[in-house]
């Protein structure tokens, strides 16, 4: 039973244009939520994150929102670039982002072309 | 400043062996985890370390064990490997009470 779904194995952008990747979550227990970006050979990179009780959260180029009554977040990347590229994995849990375990999901490969 | 190191980076055992991997938090971060990435999947949580004592644990047999040093290092070890242990086995390290993880390159085992 996966608690935290990421629906969208793949997603290719062209360069310049926004990227939007979601993830859905099962678990209402949960608040906070992060986004990794993870590249071969590498262990995942922190890129940004949010607590439940906020519902928009910006880093630059990196938005994440997040929907609660859907049980629903986005990151959005605005613009995309080829170094952009990598593996995005959603993480959620249920005591702040270091005291607790981490559920992730699966993962989408974003693929930014030039 | 280093960030979080994982020794060794690729590891190839029998099934039936042990295995003991390696991590070094990053300098100021006193709370390890483990977590299993097996191909095609996010990372799993195994377990976490504070002040030496195990804090939480997921869903992971007893043959998964580990240790955290006075230094804050930690090993995770593995008992009677299985084929299915095949995965990237990644650590990272937080301060407690601040959000965040930071995450080594991972061990890269595989039991053939």
């Known amino acids: ?114 | 400043d280093a960030g979080v190191t994982q020794s060794p980076t690729h590891l190839i055992k029998t099934r039936g062996q042990q295995v003991t991997l390696r991590c070094s938090p990053k300098s100021g971060h006193d709370t390890v985890s483990w977590y299993q990435q097996a191909l095609g999947q996010g990372p799993q949580f195994i377990f976490q370390y504070y002040e030496e004592e195990e804090r939480q644990r997921g869903n992971f047999p007893d043959r998964f064990s580990g240790h955290q040093f006075p230094n804050y290092s930690s090993e995770l070890n593995v008992n009677a490997l299985l084929l299915g242990d095949s995965a990237l086995y990644l650590c990272a390290s937080s301060e407690t009470g601040y959000g965040g993880y930071t995450f080594g390159s991972g061990t890269r085992l595989t039991v053939v």
Request: hydrophobic letters at 30%; charged letters at 20%.
């Open chain 1, 1 to 114: 039973d996966q608690q935290v779904k990421q629906n969208s194995p793949s997603l290719s952008v062209q360069e310049g244009r926004i990227s939007i990747l979601n993830c859905d979550y099962t678990n209402s227990m949960f608040d906070y939520f992060l986004w990794y970006k993870k590249y071969p050979a590498e262990g995942p990179t922190f890129l940004i994150s949010i607590s439940s009780i906020k519902d928009k959260n910006e880093d630059g180029r990196f938005t994440v929102f997040l929907n609660k009554s859907a049980k629903h977040l986005s990151l959005h990347i605005v613009p995309s670039q080829p170094g952009d590229s990598a593996v995005y994995f959603c993480a959620a849990s249920e005591e702040g982002g270091s005291q607790g375990n981490l559920i992730f999901g699966k993962g989408t490969k974003l693929s930014v072309k030039p």
